[in-house]
Every structure is written in structure tokens, then in C-alpha cells.
């Protein structure tokens, strides 16, 4: 059983890296399901049998490529982010995964297959991974940030924001301040202060 069970992980581990690969030469609309086979050294049966739809094997890309960057922040903001501030650690979150643009198209490409309406399971995995990387985002920020912050509301914001600067990012509309843009989340009420009176 165990052997089976390390196959079916190599099998798709030999998947992923196929098509990462293709996909960073290539680009997703130019990677076909077939391709990929072909560079796994597989049968397309074999390849269907793990991933029916393509969007399902972008999306497990994807999420294994957003886990790597999730990792690399929490390491970053355990070793320096409490001594940095929030202005600094939203900045460095910012910029990791502006910098990685095949994340970025991949990413895109799956909310266009996710909107397209024929993909009502990816849509929702979409959904979960989007709570997870919201609730991810406040747990980071209730280590920088005063405990009256209004973590939920400011993590959609956050969240929002980084769709949106890796949108212009791709597109590169620029250049990005993110310098300033980090200095205004970690500013007045994105902070937890109180505003004005």
C-alpha cells in the first residue's frame, strides 16, 4: 500500500515539474494537457487519471507555488519582521510575490477559467484558497499591528490590494511605489489607530 502510495506521489510530483516547466517556456494558454504528458514521460491516460482538467492541475501549481512564498514570509517575518515594523513587512510581502510574475499569470489565468463559468470546482477551491491566504494575512498581522486592529477587514484590503498591484505588475503599469503604498497600510486606522478627532 505504502508503494502505492509513494507512486501516486512521484507520478504527480513528475506532473507538476512537467508542466511548471512548460508553463515558464510556454505560458499557460500554450500548454496543452498532451505536452505535458509528453514531458512527464507519461501516457495522457495516466496524466487524465491525476488531473482531468487542466485548470486543476494550474491550480495545484499554483497553490504549491503560493505555499513556497507563504513559507518565505512566515521565515522572514519570524526572523526580522517584529524588529522591522509593519511598514517594513508589508513592503517584503508585497515585493515577494510581485516578484514572482509566473505565479502571477498563473494565477490570472485561473481566475479567468474560475469566472468562465464551466468551472464551478475550480471556483471553489479558488474560494478556499482565498479564505486561507485571508486568514494567512491576518495571522501575520497580529504580530506587527495593535491588537484593536480590525484584522478580517484589513487582511481583504491587503489582499485585494496585492491581486490588484500584481495585475498592474504583469501588465507593467509603473512603476509600482510600494515603498509609499506600504508606508499607507501601516499607517492610521490600516495600523489600528485611532482616527482623528
Avoid at 507520478?11 to 514531458?39: F, Q
Avoid at 512564498?69 to 524588529?83: F, L
Avoid at 475550480?122 to 497580529?142: Q, S
Wanted: no cysteine.
Amino acid at each position: 500500500m505504502n508503494d502505492k502510495v509513494g507512486r501516486k506521489s512521484a507520478n504527480r510530483e513528475r506532473i507538476i515539474r512537467a508542466a511548471a516547466k512548460l508553463i515558464i517556456e510556454k505560458g499557460v494558454a500554450n500548454t496543452s494537457l498532451a505536452d505535458i504528458a509528453d514531458e512527464a514521460g507519461i501516457s495522457k491516460g495516466t496524466l487524465y487519471y491525476y488531473y482531468p482538467t487542466k485548470g486543476d492541475l494550474v491550480f495545484d501549481i499554483s497553490v504549491r507555488h503560493m505555499d513556497h512564498i507563504t513559507t518565505s514570509i512566515r521565515s522572514w517575518i519570524a526572523g526580522h519582521g517584529r524588529e522591522e515594523g509593519a511598514e517594513r513587512v508589508l513592503q517584503m510581502v508585497v515585493e515577494t510575490i510581485l516578484k514572482s510574475e509566473t505565479r502571477g499569470y498563473i494565477h490570472f489565468y485561473l481566475i479567468q477559467e474560475a469566472l468562465s463559468g464551466n468551472h464551478e470546482s475550480l471556483r471553489l477551491r479558488f474560494t478556499e484558497e482565498y479564505d486561507r491566504w485571508l486568514e494567512l494575512i491576518a495571522e501575520g498581522l497580529r504580530q506587527i499591528m495593535e491588537p484593536q486592529t480590525d484584522f478580517a477587514t484589513v487582511s481583504r484590503i491587503i489582499l485585494s490590494s496585492i491581486d490588484g498591484l500584481l495585475l498592474q505588475n504583469l501588465l507593467r503599469v509603473g512603476p509600482i511605489p510600494l515603498e509609499r503604498i506600504s508606508r499607507y497600510f501601516a499607517s492610521n486606522q490600516i495600523a489600528g489607530e485611532s482616527p482623528p478627532a
